[in-house]
């Protein structure tokens, strides 16, 4: 029953969305990079008990150029990505009008939990108010999914991203794997493969 709402509300969402805004936009190029830095490669992962920190049994792990940046969520706290090193990683950028977006969100919402130790996803929203992005994301049961916030648009810089949504698919080594859109099927697959190593 749950699945049927779902999809109902996100093919209603999409095709009001649809009608008012093509997806098809990337942040501007020209943008301040402000809100997400780069950070030295030899950084230690986030404390403990923060949405990004790794396992408590794993040591830590050679910190790839990809995952050298930080950050803040979009609730304020603050994000390392060198705490993912040593798992392949899922970036998913997204922005809160978006109707594919929404339309994935379902999908992302469904198996984050499920992968959070094995294979990462860290939503990388973008190209919209802070508050609509929170909306986007109680609206679609994201709360329990890392959510960096990039209203300037850095991170979409740092990893080329052009438009929305796209899914920068990152191996154990920081090496991108897959870059560009993904059904929910497809999103699925790919984090399967991945967890299997």
Known sequence: MRTAV?????????????????????????????????????????????????????????????????????????????????????????????????????????????YRDTVPIVGVAGLGEQKAMKSFVTEFDLGGTTQIDDRTGALWRRFKVAEQSTFVVLDRTGRVVHRGFLDGEALTRQVETLARG
């Open 6 to 114: 779902r999809v109902t509300a996100a093919a209603l969402l999409a095709a009001t969305l649809a009608a008012a805004t093509a997806c098809a936009a990337g942040p501007e190029g020209g943008a301040p990079a402000g809100a997400v830095a780069s950070a030295s490669p030899a950084l230690a992962p986030s404390a403990a008990g923060s949405p990004a920190a790794a396992p408590a049994s794993a040591s830590p792990a050679r910190v790839p150029a990809a995952l050298s940046f930080t950050g803040k969520t979009l609730d304020g706290t603050a994000f390392d990505a060198a705490a993912l090193a040593g798992r392949p990683v899922v970036l998913w950028f997204w922005a809160p009008w978006c109707a594919t977006c929404a339309s994935q969100a379902w999908t992302v919402a469904e198996i984050a939990p499920a």
